[in-house]
């Protein structure tokens, strides 16, 4: 054992385990010898080991989660603004061609749709809905966390867009982007039998929306965005999870919380307006028997199911 002093002198000692007692005797022991000591002690290691594996699981399953859930509250809306746009866009060019649909198609389903989103801004107003920072529903019985709502303009209202593309490769889909736009695909509008479907597939991506779903999840799923976001609020990043969109909307599935909130949110639009909850399980049956199930795709098309995962709620529709 060899002891190094300032003065370049150098003294060894060959008796080990004395220079051990003395050391622990003065308290003078040094980190690398304590990391040595644990070494030795297996079953310490092993506690080490478990520990490390049990706090990194803890830290991808809650941590992450908490910590995107914070940073889409300080996020400013230009941030949602140029994630729905930036995203929109790469979709456009790696997933979408323009929609089939004709004139008098495209205008009936945006007539539709605006119809919808005047009237849920009405309900969000009045607090006659289930929305962030409004008291727990009577009808669906959902508390509403108003730190993940989405951002609203100054009059209060969620602002909506419909966007009409052919899905191609996705198939009959809808989707919800950050900024407010819903996606949804010609092969999802030509399986639709009754307008009422379209509008219970609407009410639930407008759900995603109103609870910034998408956002949450785009932070979730690009970690070092997420850090760059929460260490240093660089709205920069917003690029990268622009660029992240395609992947992470269409090959990511929303949890089953996530699902439950959107799903109680159309539900309850569809009891205002009197429309059978059916009409969604109804929509949900016949993609599944055109396109495949939750569980796989058939054919090579990603049904709604994809990115859409029927719960146990559902499949009782």
């Given amino acids: 054992r060899r002891f190094h002093f300032n003065d370049g002198a150098v003294c060894e000692i060959a008796d080990n385990d004395l220079v051990d007692q003395w050391l622990t005797h003065l308290g003078a022991h040094s980190a690398e010898h304590r990391i040595f000591q644990l070494e030795r002690r297996w079953r310490y290691a092993l506690a080490a080991l478990v520990l490390t594996i049990a706090g990194s699981w803890g830290f991808i399953r809650y941590g992450v989660p908490a910590t995107a859930d914070y940073a889409a509250r300080v996020l400013p809306r230009s941030v949602d603004l140029a994630i729905g746009k930036g995203g929109l866009e790469a979709m456009d060019r790696f997933l979408f061609e323009p929609t089939q649909l004709s004139m008098a198609q495209q205008a009936k389903l945006h007539t539709q749709f605006a119809a919808m989103a005047r009237d849920m801004n009405t309900l969000h107003a009045s607090c006659e809905f289930s929305v962030p920072g409004c008291p727990q529903n009577s009808t669906t019985g959902v508390s509403i966390d108003a730190h993940n709502a989405q951002r609203t303009t100054h009059n209060g209202e969620v602002q909506l867009r419909l966007e009409l593309r052919r899905g191609g490769a996705v198939g009959p889909n809808a989707f919800a982007l950050p900024s407010g736009i819903i996606v949804m695909t010609d092969e999802l509008v030509e399986l639709a039998e009754h307008p009422e479907e379209i509008e219970s597939v609407l009410a639930h991506e407008a759900g995603h929306i109103v609870h910034r779903h998408s956002l949450r999840m785009l932070l979730q799923s690009s970690a070092s965005a997420l850090l760059m976001f929460t260490l240093l609020g660089d709205v920069s990043s917003a690029s990268a999870l622009a660029a992240s969109v395609p992947t992470v ?51 090579g098309v990603m049904s709604y199911f994809s990115s859409h995962p029927q719960t146990d709620e559902r499949s009782q529709l």
Avoid: C, M, T
Avoid at 271 to 293: A, N, T
């Fill in 249 to 299: 909307l269409v090959q990511a599935k929303h949890s089953r919380d996530f699902e439950r909130e959107a799903d109680a949110y159309s539900f309850e639009w569809l009891d205002r307006k009197e429309i059978p909850r059916r009409r969604f399980g109804d929509l949900l049956k016949r993609i599944e028997k055109e396109h495949g199930g939750a569980d796989g795709n058939e054919g």
